[in-house]
């Protein structure tokens, strides 16, 4: 499996981005966004599950964040609203046959896109 991740970019506070994952080979995997703000550990951010079904978020972004897949394209989406500054960090996509949810040993990741959130 490979995942591309695209969509970051630079957008003032209270925007919205909407990076996207695509993934090649095998796709009927869960899913999910991790990120990692400069200095600091990667972070669990939202997760789904491989039918799309179920999805889960870290605390941080619930409300604010919508995870989503379109299994035909397979491609990932996260709809990000009400950005703020501490948000901004490189948002990297995974992928995984077993159901990790945060757990961040996902087996294959993508190669990260930039978001900055400027206040």
């Known amino acids: 499996v490979q995942l591309q991740a695209s969509g970051g970019g630079l957008v003032q506070a209270g925007g919205s981005l909407r990076p996207s994952c695509v993934a090649s080979?095998?796709?009927?995997?869960?899913m999910a966004w991790f990120r990692q703000a400069p200095g600091k550990d990667r972070e669990f951010v939202s997760a789904?599950?491989?039918?799309?079904?179920?999805?889960y978020y870290a605390d941080s972004v619930r409300g604010r964040f919508t995870i989503s897949r379109d299994n035909a394209k397979n491609t990932l989406y996260l709809q990000m609203n009400s950005l703020k500054p501490e948000d901004t960090a490189v948002y990297y996509c995974?992928?995984?046959?077993?159901?990790?949810?945060?757990?961040?040993?996902?087996?294959?990741w993508g190669q990260g896109t930039e978001v900055t959130v400027s206040s």
């Open positions: 789904i599950t491989w039918s799309g079904e179920n999805t």
């Open positions: 080979g095998r796709t009927f995997y869960d």
């Open positions: 995974a992928a995984d046959p077993d159901r990790l949810l945060s757990n961040p040993e996902y087996r294959y």
